[in-house]
T-cell receptor, first 111, second 114 residues
Framework: QKEVEQNSGPLSVPEGAIASLNCTYS??????FFWYRQYSGKSPELIMS????GDKEDGRFTAQLNKASQYVSLLIRDSQPSDSATYLC???????????FGTGTLLAVQP | EAGVAQSPRYKIIEKRQSVAFWCNPI?????LYWYQQILGQGPKLLIQ????????DSQLPKDRFSAERLKGVDSTLKIQPAKLEDSAVYLC????????????FGPGTRLTVT
């Protein structure tokens, strides 16, 4: 089982729709959870961090964490073509005490 | 606030040659990380420094890779000799604290080994 799993996509959504990106992790001791956005040819950019169960909202982005289910998600409301990128889920803490990344989900927002 | 700086941005070398990458973290960030990102994968941690001490280098191929962080600020990652499979983007990141705090990435160095 991979430590951090994401569907590689591509996830295609129309402009203005809600994009839902999902991530599961294997280490129950994980404490910190992050979403990074990576445009093609660029480096990862931190867009959301979440540390406790529930929802955290920042503008059009909402991160959701469910530690019991070992599940993290990112919702992007009113998706724009400029949101088209690979979204990396990253998990920190637990046994490894390092940031472990998933392979990323490619999001394509269609105009 | 200036971000993480890296150089060079691109490097092409032949196998068995050596190469070095430089990183300057965000001012005040005590923790510095080097990651390797192969196309289609997420970044993989190579080495982690807290000030100028190594915290984790368990995934660093020590027979060919080395890294240092003198004076607890900027850092250098070296590969000698390079192999074809070292072709990747090398990312430097920094954070304020070591445990779980947000990490901020530099622009990366794209290495091609021919």
């Amino acid at each position: 089982q991979k430590e951090v799993e994401q569907n590689s996509g591509p996830l295609s959504v129309p402009e203005g729709a809600i994009a839902s990106l999902n991530c599961t992790y294997s280490d129950r001791g994980s404490q910190s959870f992050f979403w990074y956005r990576q445009y093609s040819g660029k480096s990862p950019e931190l867009i959301m961090s979440i540390y406790s169960n529930g929802d955290k909202e920042d503008g059009r982005f909402t991160a959701q964490l469910n530690k019991a289910s070992q599940y993290v998600s990112l919702l992007i409301r009113d998706s724009q073509p400029s949101d088209s990128a690979t979204y990396l889920c990253a998990v920190h803490g637990g046994a490894t005490n390092k940031l472990i990344f998933g392979t990323g989900t490619l999001l394509a927002v269609q105009p | 606030e200036a971000g993480v700086a890296q150089s060079p941005r691109y490097k092409i070398i032949e196998k068995r040659q050596s190469v070095a990458f430089w990183c300057n973290p965000i001012s005040g960030h005590a923790t510095l990380y080097w990651y390797q990102q192969i196309l289609g994968q997420g970044p993989k941690l190579l080495i982690q420094f807290q000030n100028n001490g190594v915290v984790d280098d368990s995934q660093l191929p020590k027979d060919r890779f080395s890294a240092e962080r003198l004076k607890g600020v900027d850092s250098t990652l070296k590969i000698q000799p390079a192999k074809l499979e070292d072709s990747a983007v090398y990312l430097c990141a920094s954070s304020l604290v070591i445990r779980g705090y947000e990490q901020y990435f530099g622009p990366g160095t794209r290495l091609t080994v021919t």
